[in-house]
């Protein structure tokens, strides 16, 4: 399983300080896009992200939790980012058409000046939305972010209703023989992980950066992970 640290939980007023102090242990740096339309609450934008692609080599895994996300995408485009998600619950097909354009355009871009990066489109899942509206978009998406809180903050606790959509999501991946990652977000601890071992990558904010020694809280939830 791999790792992918929310940094909405780090210290803002040290912010390069966290992403170094986890950086050689983790896969992703997951990146919280919040507008305080989709979600009830504000997080950064577009220039804190550019800032930290800046001074981090480790890949982005951005989450867009933004009513609007075609007004945005193509600032995060450019920063090439490895997953941007956005949410099942505030797009539809024209939407989701448009944002798979702009990708495949920034995609052929890359490939023509020789830039090795291909980023890749991560579909969202809230709560209370079932697993079975992503089936249609199977084809088209990279990735699969099952929330596990309701989107907003960091520090919720794990609703455990939500585990049965990532076993059978899995199933479904599985069984198709989908290259789709399947991702979980939100109240991933040392224990919640368990619960979640169907993933491939995993997301954890206030484990790990409310926390006195980052480091071996990323230890424990790979410790936790039965595939290593
Ligand atoms: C919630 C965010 C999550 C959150 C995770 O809206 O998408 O990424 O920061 O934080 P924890 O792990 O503390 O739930
Ligand atoms: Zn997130």
Redesign the pocket.
Known sequence: MKISP?I??ANFANLEKDIKSVEEDVDYL?I?I?DGHF?PNISFGLDITKDISKITSKPLDV?L?IEEPLKYLDGFLELNPEYITVHYEIIDNEILEKIIEKIENKNKENMEEGVNKKIKLGLSISPDTPYEVVIPYLEKIDLILV?S?Y??????EFIEDTTYKIERLREIIDENEYTIQLEV????NDKTIKLVQKCDIV?????IFKSDNYKERIEKLKLMCTDN
């Open positions: 929310s909405l939980a997951h919280d919040m979600v989450h939790m929330m809180v989107p907003g903050f960091y520090g919720q977000d939100g109240g991933i997301v954890a904010g206030s484990y």
